[in-house]
């Protein structure tokens, strides 16, 4: 077994003899890293005790355990004072403890790993599904504490003033101004919500966005769920085509009717995309642990080129799997976390698609609001930025009142108001302020623009 049960009984002791020695073992090792049962439940014990004020020492845990059957089978109050007879285990309890930590994280990795290898055995399970249990075997290894920091008042004030030296303005794409002004740029570490109901333009807009930053360049990872690598590429080559007025419709690359002029198009489309910082991730099913691997292999193939990632888009979120066996609720706030993780971790900014419930539908204009979030596990509370998307032109079609009527003149106005627009609505900006905008929703191209 992967483990050092004598570094655990001195972790142990140190966080009896000494608490203040509590605080510091609990930022380094925790219970659930104890390959021991029981030394793992003293542990907790010590450390819960020490946060609440009350004592921790080997008389306090003592009184805890007395009735336990295990503890009692280990030598009861002869453990604790055999634990606590000295004071060398002060000296290098620290140290020890980053050597469970480490080793625990070795275990979860080699237990993960043996999983995979038995599946691997088995037939009768899906070649995906077995890489899946190994990426996240890992993923699980690779998390540590190294991302928690401490900072003094002061300190933070002088990232803040680094960063308005540095003119850092995030992730713009420039091509959809109402976008980038609601935005105030795509920060580095945030996670910005972009949702709708189906036929609002989701997949549109993020490829918009997405190639217009590449432009801007800012490297780019897009995460495609949904779509598979030619749909993409129908749709960035619509979109790359468009020259404001015109350019090849969408319905033609796909239905293969091109003249050559078209053709000589998407070949100018190709060169353009060719050289720019962008990559596509044509995924059927991904967990958020897969993801983050995916990401940091990313961020360092960017590097490699002489460039940054900046933004990474999923598309969407619901289609991102997480630990079986949960809720949906449950299931997308796992998801939700672990994408917000995913942007601090990798100093990225990630913009995650998001469906809407048909609840929306049911409101006199079907104007989405943050409440709408609510049945879509914490969304709401961890992103930075909320931004609906609504095509009042869509809905209005459906709607058609009869012909030579009153109504149909009122219709008619109506659908002429809305004609070929989009609403971006920001419902939620931790750092700035809400609002709303419209843009340019040219539907034939697959293109979103300013007015």
């Known amino acids: 077994m992967i483990a050092n049960i004598e570094a655990e009984n001195v972790i142990l002791a140190a966080a009896m003899i000494d608490p203040n020695m509590v605080d510091r073992l609990a930022d380094i090792v925790a219970p659930e890293d104890f390959s021991d049962p029981l030394l793992s439940r003293m542990f907790r014990a010590a450390r819960d005790s020490f946060a609440m004020g009350k004592p921790s020492n080997a008389v306090a845990i003592n009184n805890m355990f007395k009735d336990d059957e295990a503890y009692k089978s280990a030598g009861g109050p002869a453990l604790v004072a055999n634990l606590t007879a ?151 080559a619509a979109d790359l085509c468009f020259n404001g007025n015109g350019g090849v419709p969408y319905s033609a690359i796909v239905n293969q009717k091109l003249n050559e002029v078209d053709r000589d198009r998407l070949r100018t489309a190709r060169k353009m995309m060719q050289d720019l910082p962008i990559e596509v991730i044509d995924a059927s099913s991904l967990s958020v642990a897969r993801l983050n691997i995916m990401v940091r292999r990313q961020v360092r193939k960017f590097a490699a080129r002489g460039e940054t990632l900046d933004l990474v888009v999923v598309d969407y979120l619901q289609l991102l799997s997480a630990t079986k066996g949960k809720g949906a609720y449950e299931t997308v706030s796992e998801i939700s976390r672990a994408l917000k993780a995913i942007a601090k971790e990798h100093d990225v900014a990630v913009l995650a698609l998001a469906q809407l419930s048909r609840e929306v539908e049911k409101r006199a204009g079907c104007r989405p609001q943050l409440s709408d979030l609510r049945d879509s596990g914490q969304i709401d509370q961890d992103a930075d930025t909320v931004m609906f998307l609504l095509r009042a032109e869509y809905y209005l079609s459906k709607e058609q009142p009869e012909l030579h009527t009153p109504e149909h003149m009122k219709w008619e106005q109506a659908m002429a108001d809305h004609a070929g627009k989009i609403e971006f609505i920001c419902a939620k900006r931790r750092n700035g302020e809400t609002g709303k905008a419209v843009g340019a929703f040219h539907g034939a191209y697959q293109a979103v623009r300013g007015l």
Do not use: F, W
């Open 86 to 236: 000295s004071t060398v285990a002060l000296v290098g309890a620290v140290d020890l403890a980053k050597q469970v930590a480490d080793l625990a994280r070795r275990r979860r990795m080699a237990e993960g790993m043996t999983e995979a290898v038995e599946m691997a055995a088995d037939q009768s399970v899906a070649l995906p599904e077995i890489v899946e249990a190994a990426d996240a075997a890992i993923s699980a290894a690779s998390e540590t504490t190294s991302g928690i920091q401490q900072h003094s008042g002061a300190s933070c004030i002088d990232a803040m003033l680094a960063q308005l030296e540095s003119r850092d303005q995030g992730v713009t794409c420039r091509v959809i101004p109402p976008m980038d002004d609601l935005l105030g740029g795509a920060r580095r570490k945030q996670m910005i919500i972009l949702a709708a109901r189906p036929g609002m333009g989701k997949t549109a807009v993020a490829l918009s966005y997405s190639i217009g930053a590449a432009m801007n360049g800012h490297g780019v990872l897009y995460v495609s769920l949904e779509m598979s690598a030619p749909e993409l590429g129908a749709r960035m």
